[in-house]
């Protein structure tokens, strides 16, 4: 059974930062991508970074420059280290993996930054 659990999110000013965690389990997690989207009240939800089983990543725009994807295989977890948090950045945050052709999703971690 696939598990993504997801931790870190919280209250944070402008300008600062949190790093997300994602422990999975029941996969084989060191050939899996991972993906952390988001979801703003109202809005759709939106892929903001990726990464692979060999370590390349990729970021929506709206991120770049300011939040990092990693990975350690050893422990299961993926993280999203974000820093210079901005208003728009507040959402609930959830991990993803696809295995074939069946999405999983954590349930989701808060992150609130305030104008």
């Known amino acids: 059974q696939v598990q993504l659990v997801e931790s870190g999110g919280g209250l944070v000013q402008p300008g600062g930062f949190l790093r997300l965690s994602c422990k999975a389990s029941?996969?084989?997690?060191?050939?899996?991508?991972m993906r952390w989207y988001r979801q703003a009240p109202g809005k759709q939800r939106e892929l903001v970074a990726g990464?692979?089983?060999?370590?390349?990543?990729n970021y929506a725009d709206s991120v770049k420059g300011r939040f990092t994807i990693s990975r350690d295989n050893a422990k299961n977890t993926v993280y999203l280290q974000m820093n210079s948090l901005k208003p728009e950045d507040t959402a609930v945050y959830y991990c993803?993996?696809?295995?074939?052709?069946?999405?999983?999703w954590g349930q989701g971690t808060q992150v609130t930054v305030p104008s």
């Open positions: 993803n993996t696809k295995v074939w052709i069946t999405d999983y």
């Open positions: 029941g996969i084989s997690f060191s050939i899996q991508a």
């Open positions: 990464i692979i089983s060999d370590g390349r990543t």
